[in-house]
Structures are given as structure tokens and as C-alpha cells.
């Protein structure tokens, strides 16, 4: 059974526009979270995380939030730029990493 | 610059066989771990090791061992290869109570 839910397999925005990529988790023992981006033939890079005892980090275009009692966190990229047309997948960590399906994000020009 | 390498970016191998995976981390981890990527299914973990000679089972560990003898250098064993095993194969590696994990670039492994 996943533990971390990306239910959209795909996304597709225009340049300039705002990306909004969502995740869902189920065990409760998750207290820190995180987004890597992935270019196919390459491992995941980190991208921006987000502690439990915090509902918002930003990072230059892209901002996590978490919402602990939904169990939901969301990634926003703005503007989303062609160069962030990659695969991003969501994780959440307690002792070890599990990560969900991962979200496609085409960014057109 | 942390530096996760996987000894190879792509493998072939025959039913049956013996296949070793190896990863070697520099920046002194604690932490390592196996995932597989597949379509639709995303990063599974297959095991991690926090120690040397330590090891945790993850989601899929069924048909895969590891090693850890060094703590630099994290081992996945497929005892018997299968075709159901071909995969994108990904090592990682964090800091023991550390969050970012830092992977290597992947082996593609095809087992016909």
C-alpha cells in the first residue's frame, strides 16, 4: 500500500503561468517532506522540503505547503518556466524515504 | 560536491544469473538506500542500511538481498535474476537524522 499518493500522473502548463503539483500521505509518522525533480536517464535531484512543524517554505519560484491535518502538501512553481519540464516526485521521510508515483510536468512555450 | 555513484548506467543480464548492483557515496553517509523506478509506480524502496552491516527491509524486498561491509559502499544482490527485475535501479545516501537524500544517476537494468 503507498504511503504517498501523487494522483495525477501528468500536467501540462503554459509559460509563465503558475504549476501546481499536489501529494498525499497516510502515515501520520511523517514529519519531514520533500520534492525532487527527475530528467529521464538521471536520479532525482532535491528541489525544496518542508519540516512538520511548518505549513510553508519558498524557495526562490517554488513554494511547499503542508497541510498536516489533510495529510497534503502542494508544490508551486510561478512563473513555471520550460526548463521545469521534468518529472517531479514527492517524499516524505520519518526513519526511511518513500516516495509517490510522480507527476509529469510539461511547461509549454 | 556530494557524489553518488552507481557502477554502471546500463546492464544486460540472462534469467537466472546472479546480477550485482554497486553504489559508492563520498560524503561519509550514514544512510543508503535501493529504490526502483517504474512507470506509474514511481521510487519503491527495496532496502536501506543506516550502519554497516546493517540493514531494513523497505516495500519490495523480495528476490533482492544487500551488503554493507564499508560504510562508503552499499551493495544490491538479485539472487536470481527475473524479467519482472528489469528496472531503473537508484542508490542514495543521507546523513544519519538528515532529510536530503542525494542520488546516483541510475542503472537501467534488462533481464532477458
Known amino acids: 500500500d503507498q504511503q504517498v499518493k501523487q494522483n495525477s500522473p501528468s500536467l501540462s502548463v503554459q509559460e509563465g503561468r503558475i504549476s501546481i503539483l499536489n501529494c498525499d500521505y497516510t502515515?501520520?509518522?511523517?514529519?519531514?517532506f520533500l520534492w525532487y525533480k527527475k530528467y529521464p536517464a538521471e536520479g532525482p535531484t532535491f528541489l525544496i522540503s518542508i519540516s512538520s512543524i511548518k505549513d510553508k517554505n519558498e524557495d526562490g519560484r517554488f513554494t511547499v505547503f503542508l497541510n498536516k491535518s489533510a495529510k497534503h502538501l502542494s508544490l508551486h512553481i510561478v512563473p513555471s518556466q520550460p526548463g521545469d519540464s521534468a518529472v517531479y516526485f514527492c517524499a516524505a521521510s520519518a526513519s526511511d524515504m518513500r516516495f509517490g508515483a510522480g507527476t509529469r510536468l510539461t511547461v509549454k512555450p | 560536491d556530494v557524489k553518488v555513484t552507481q557502477s554502471s548506467r546500463y546492464l544486460v543480464k540472462r534469467t537466472g544469473e546472479k546480477v550485482f548492483l554497486e553504489c559508492v557515496q563520498d560524503m561519509d553517509h550514514e544512510n543508503m538506500f535501493w529504490y526502483r523506478q517504474d512507470p506509474g509506480l514511481g521510487l519503491r524502496l527495496i532496502y536501506f542500511?543506516?550502519?554497516?552491516?546493517?540493514?531494513e527491509k523497505g516495500d519490495i524486498p523480495e528476490g533482492y538481498s544487500v551488503s554493507r561491509e564499508k560504510k562508503e559502499r552499499f551493495s544490491l544482490i538479485l539472487e536470481s535474476a527475473s524479467t519482472n527485475q528489469t528496472s531503473m535501479y537508484l542508490c542514495?545516501?543521507?546523513?544519519?537524522?538528515?532529510?536530503?537524500?542525494?542520488f546516483g544517476q541510475g542503472t537501467r537494468l534488462t533481464v532477458v
Open positions: 542500511s543506516y550502519d554497516v552491516k546493517m540493514k
Open positions: 502515515n501520520s509518522m511523517f514529519d519531514y
Open positions: 542514495a545516501s543521507s546523513f544519519l537524522g538528515g532529510r536530503e537524500a542525494f
